[in-house]
């Protein structure tokens, strides 16, 4: 642990926690309305979340950066764990261990998330893209670290997960660097490998989902999702005339579908505001990484943006009708613990990376610390 240093919090990024706490404030709000006792809940995970933000953030994650393989290798140990050992929960999904005395389960999957972003920040920093992008050879190499996670989280199954965890991983070598000719050679074999992939690749289920989404009427959730958006207006309705939520139309009003529950309350402008402030936040974290020479940091703080990016834009499309409906949360707002916790590990590891950068890279005669 460091030893805390007041002058410390001058690089220390206070906007994006600014730009946090209402997405906190406006869900637990939404989530007392419709189910008292989740917002208790949610309250424990938000207090967990906060302590292990601190010990995160105080954690010497660049001087110690040795231990980043070990816990990328750790992660994917549990995630071969659920293969032989791993318990299931509806749909005959096996993604989550059994934890012995506790009475508990964790989800390696969502462990994956902050390691593999990690494991990509260390394996970039330590042999960064050439002029033209990385070669074949690199590429297929940092592919690996990618693709291990992804091919055993889809077989659990879960694909959105898995897909989520592939787009952030090309996302990141996308933004840093690859030469055209391998983008070239990968959009084509999309293209041609995606009908197999349906036909042989998807369990029906996935596959069911994909018509929902393709018929011309859409499911029963996405239908009262679409209804209650309408009937928020402008400004939204009151709580008693909140009736899609109120009266349980609206289906997983507190997770999946709380974008719609949120239109349902505060309308188009609270929408909106919400909307801004994700944009916001987005763009601002993209801002951190262009503007940075430090590969752990543009790394880590391109992967939380695209991350961002990705939950709420499959969300909000979901809700509308125009995504599938996979069960992807929107971040930092639907109830639950897992996936708050997952983005306060990676922002934890955002502020480390940035409030310690001079402390880490340079010792006490200013000369470069490689430890």
């Known amino acids: 642990m460091w030893k805390f240093n007041k002058r410390i919090l001058a690089q220390f990024d206070f906007f994006s926690i600014i730009l ?78 059994e934890l012995p005395f506790v009475n508990a389960t964790i989800q390696p999957s969502e462990f994956v998330k902050p390691a593999l972003i990690l494991m990509l920040a260390y394996l970039i920093q330590r042999k960064p893209p050439p002029e033209n992008g990385y070669r074949v050879k690199d590429f297929l190499i940092i592919s690996f670290y990618i693709l291990l996670p992804f091919i055993l989280i889809a077989k659990e199954p879960d694909l959105g997960t898995a897909l989520i965890l592939l787009l952030i991983g090309y996302g990141v070598l996308f933004f840093i660097g690859v030469h055209w000719k391998i983008w070239t050679a990968i959009i084509v074999t999309i293209l041609l490998a995606s009908p197999l992939v349906y036909k042989f690749g998807l369990h029906n289920y996935q596959k069911v989902r994909i018509k929902d989404f393709l018929s011309e009427k859409p499911s029963y959730h996405v239908q009262q999702s679409i209804i209650a958006i309408g009937s928020g207006g402008l400004t939204g309705k009151s709580k008693e005339e909140a009736t899609q939520t109120q009266m349980k139309f609206l289906p997983i009003a507190t997770s999946d579908f709380i974008f719609a529950f949120l239109v349902e309350r505060s309308g188009f402008l609270g929408a909106l505001a919400i909307i801004l402030v994700y944009i916001t936040l987005i763009l601002h974290l993209m801002s951190l990484s262009i503007y940075n020479t430090d590969y752990y940091i543009k790394v880590v703080t391109i992967s939380i943006s695209f991350m961002i990016f990705i939950y709420m834009g499959v969300n909000i499309a979901m809700t509308i009708g125009y995504a599938p409906v996979v069960g992807i949360p929107l971040p930092m707002f639907s109830y639950g613990g897992s996936s708050f916790l997952n983005f306060m590990i990676l922002f934890a590891i955002m502020q480390n990376l940035i409030t310690f950068r001079y402390k880490d890279m340079y010792d006490d005669r200013g000369t470069k610390s490689f430890i």
């Open 20 to 97: 946090i706490i209402p997405l906190v404030l406006t869900s637990n709000w939404l989530i007392s309305e419709a189910v008292p006792v989740l917002a208790q809940k949610q309250t424990a995970y938000i207090g967990v979340a906060v302590i292990t933000f601190l010990f995160v953030f105080l954690l010497p994650i660049r001087r110690r950066n040795w231990l980043i393989p070990i816990i990328y290798w750790a992660n994917i140990g549990l995630l071969f764990a659920v293969e032989f050992f791993g318990t299931t929960r509806g749909m005959g999904a096996q993604r989550w261990i």
